[in-house]
């Protein structure tokens, strides 16, 4: 079964109701393939609103959350280390992010595919 790892913007943009975003994420939830990566956790409940909070630890309460462990972040710091060196100015957290794709085979769902120069993760595309 796929899983498909949103990133913080897919998550506030279904949750806001914008489509394609909100249908996608209903049907990844229905079909239980939505997956949390921790890191988005902290991103979206650091700039929540109170009625958003709500919604988003039904969620969390349903499905938690991909862990960071040593392999995720050993690998977040081999992207880092890589891109950072073709002159890509990537966050470690977005490198986390790819790291958890990576490691639960899980494909990642953004609108900023900037953030993510990985070759070697797969990436959702509309």
């Given at each position: 079964m796929q899983l498909y790892v949103v990133d913080t913007n897919i998550l506030i943009y279904a949750?806001?109701?914008?489509?394609?975003?909100?249908?996608?994420v209903?049907?990844?939830?229905k079909?239980?393939?939505?997956?949390?990566?921790s890191i988005v956790v902290a991103e979206f409940l650091a700039?929540?609103?109170?009625?958003e909070i709500n919604i988003f630890e039904a969620l969390l309460d349903k499905f938690g959350s991909?862990?960071?462990?040593?392999?995720?972040?050993r690998l977040a710091a081999d992207y880092r280390r890589k891109y950072v060196k073709q002159g890509n100015k990537l966050k470690l957290p977005d490198?986390?992010?790819?790291?958890?794709c990576k490691l639960y085979h899980a494909t990642l769902v953004t609108a900023n595919t900037r953030d993510y120069p990985m070759d070697?993760?797969?990436?959702?595309?509309?």
């Open positions: 949750l806001s109701g914008q489509n394609p975003w909100a249908d996608l209903r049907e990844w939830i079909n239980k393939q939505f997956a949390l990566s700039g929540a609103k109170e009625d991909l862990p960071i462990d040593t392999a995720a972040a490198c986390l992010i790819a790291a958890t070697d993760i797969t990436k959702f595309k509309v």
